[in-house]
């Protein structure tokens, strides 16, 4: 079964600081996708970040840039500098090449503080 | 450039009725999933729609149904409504193929079943 864990329910971090969101997945494919969503208060889904399982550099985009270790099955996700408006639920998700049925862990509730 | 629009944005039933709920893909999309959202958890796939038919399905029975028009718009049917399918549904728009998994969340529709 493919399975995605989020081990931080609720996270909170002063603003400017940097925080790590953890995130671990069980699969016995080869090639998938990892991804890092954002769903602010108002609800609608946001991809933050992507890495491809075959690439072994580091995804970053901007603030956002993750720590991902194959072999572990681990994918962490950085926030640098954070902002007020970084607070809201995080999911990680995973998704194998040729399959549609997108796997996401239960969320971690991020909060940042002024 | 429209993303993703779902509609209605909430909605109440009683238990033993049906639902429709609509999404329209974002722009030069052809391929809607839809998900389910309890409270509390990540997303759950339900189905995918590519050329008007169900291209693959997760864990979700029969009860659920859903329907893609020429235009790329869907739909999502649910039969005789339980309690437990009170959540938020989230549809997600991509290009069909092999760039599939770079979806296009909308804002949700949030079902109450009582």
């Known amino acids: 079964a493919q399975t995605v864990t989020q081990s931080q329910p609720e996270m909170s971090v002063q603003e400017a600081e940097t925080v790590t969101l953890s995130c671990t997945y069980d699969t016995s494919e080869n090639n998938y996708y990892l991804f890092w969503y954002k769903q602010p208060p108002s609800r609608q889904m946001i991809l933050v970040i992507r890495q491809e399982a075959y690439k072994q550099q580091n995804a970053t985009e901007n603030r956002f840039s993750v720590n991902f270790q194959k072999a572990a099955k681990s994918f962490s996700l950085k926030i640098s500098d954070s902002q007020l408006g970084d607070t809201a639920m995080y999911f990680c998700a995973f998704i194998p090449y040729n399959n549609n049925d997108m796997r996401f862990g239960a969320g971690t509730r991020l909060t940042v503080k002024p | 450039d429209a993303g993703v629009t779902q509609s209605p944005t909430h909605l109440i039933k009683t238990r033993g009725q049906q639902v429709t709920l609509r999404c329209s893909p974002k722009?030069?999309?052809?391929?809607v999933s839809w998900y389910q959202q309890a409270l509390g958890q990540g997303p759950q796939f339900i189905f995918q729609?590519?050329?008007?038919?169900?291209?693959q399905r997760g864990n979700f029975p029969d009860r659920f149904s859903g329907h893609q028009f020429p235009n790329y718009s869907s739909e999502l049917n649910v039969n005789a409504l339980l309690l437990g399918d009170s959540a938020l549904y989230l549809c997600a728009s991509s290009l069909g193929g092999v760039r599939s998994y770079e979806q296009y969340f909308g804002p949700g529709t949030r079902l109450t079943v009582t």
């Open positions: 729609y590519y050329e008007e038919e169900e291209r």
């Open positions: 722009s030069g999309h052809d391929t």
